[in-house]
């Protein structure tokens, strides 16, 4: 049953957010003109693919970035600060695609589950009909407890597929906390 009035087919407890602005979770330099930037850097877009990564822990992650950004040098707190918004502008574009990538997912898997509800309603309509016909109506029943089983191992794993966006947030959340806090 979907939570959230204004997008019915969403399924989903959470409201959906079909897009994030780094604005939300980032409060360091601008990074105007770095979202493309941060790929021409090796070690930085070796960095961001660490990030983005959910097998690797944040807070590992932290000595690779201070050594990325080098130690606050008087008048060179802009250049490292920089180096962080980089990182931070990577991570924010390659997480932000995997959760639109999750999102659309999580559509698919509503129009499907539509699909499969609309589909056992026809079924049950041409049981109906082939009242009369004890094979057709036996083939017609079978059809209808397989899609229901379909639809309730999908509905069992719907929790699952709903938090993967949330997961993706909190992530980008944590790096966004981590990088802010080595900023100048």
């Known amino acids: ?9 969403w399924p989903c407890q959470q409201i959906l957010v079909p897009s994030l ?5 980032w ?14 850097d090796p070690t930085v877009a070796t960095l961001v693919r660490r990030a983005a990564d959910d097998s690797i ?6 000595p690779q970035v201070e ?3 080098g130690p606050v040098k008087q008048g060179g707190e802009q250049e490292h600060d920089r180096r962080l918004a980089l990182v931070f502008a990577g991570t924010f574009q390659t997480l932000d695609r995997q959760r639109t990538a999750a999102i659309a997912s999580i559509e698919r898997y509503a129009q499907h589950q539509r699909a499969l509800r609309d589909r056992i309603a026809a079924s049950l309509r041409d049981l109906d009909a082939a009242s009369g016909d004890a094979a057709r109506a036996k083939e017609i029943k079978d059809a209808i407890a397989w899609d229901r089983r379909i ?6 794993s719907q929790t699952a597929v709903c938090e993967q966006p949330a997961r993706i947030e909190q992530r980008l959340g944590q790096i966004a906390r981590m990088l802010t806090a080595l900023l100048s």
Do not use: F, I
């Not at 602005?21 to 979770?25: G, K, L, R, T």
């Not at 822990?57 to 932290?62: C, F, G, K, R, V």
């Not at 639809?151 to 069992?156: A, Q, S, V, Y």
């Open 151 to 156: 639809l309730d191992d999908r509905r069992r």
């Open 67 to 69: 050594a990325l950004a």
């Open 27 to 40: 409060d360091g330099p601008s990074l105007d003109g770095l979202m493309d930037e941060w790929q021409r």
């Open 1 to 9: 049953m979907a939570q959230d009035p204004k997008n019915p087919d």
């Open 57 to 62: 822990d944040p807070a590992t992650l932290e």
């Open 21 to 25: 602005s780094p604005a939300s979770v």
